[in-house]
């Protein structure tokens, strides 16, 4: 599975961005997707994951009512929707397959994207 993130860029807090991840190949169904990121000076953390139906999704807490995780099986894409910037949410984001099952653990996820900026203005 390849992955190829995509939608960063740079925005002032309280605005919004949507990302997208094109996964290559045929069994993207099988593959539970998730969005990681790391911040400048620190470590790659969790911020969201959803099952491969799409029927459950799980969020860190720092960004839980602000962003949203979807996917479209049809397209081979996961989104992930961030309203609400805050400055603390600058970071390269990257989105990450992990087979069959949602984890919020890195070491999980099987394949990764490229990672894609955010950068958020105060």
């Known amino acids: 599975v390849q992955l190829q993130a995509s939608g960063g860029g740079l925005v002032q807090a309280g605005g919004y961005l949507r990302l997208s991840c094109a996964a290559s190949g045929r069994t993207f169904t099988s593959y539970a997707m998730g969005w990681f990121r790391q911040g400048p000076g620190k470590e790659r953390e969790f911020v969201t994951t959803?099952?491969?139906?799409?029927?459950?999704?799980y969020y860190a807490d720092s960004v839980k009512g602000r962003f949203t995780i979807s996917r479209d099986n049809a397209k081979n894409t996961v989104y992930l929707q961030m309203n609400s910037l805050k400055p603390e949410d600058t970071a390269v984001y990257y989105c990450?397959?992990?087979?069959?099952?949602?984890?919020?653990?890195?070491?999980?996820?099987?394949?990764w994207g490229q990672g894609t900026q955010v950068t958020v203005s105060s």
């Open positions: 959803i099952t491969t139906s799409g029927g459950s999704t």
């Open positions: 990450a397959a992990a087979l069959r099952k949602a984890s919020f653990i890195n070491t999980a996820y099987d394949y």
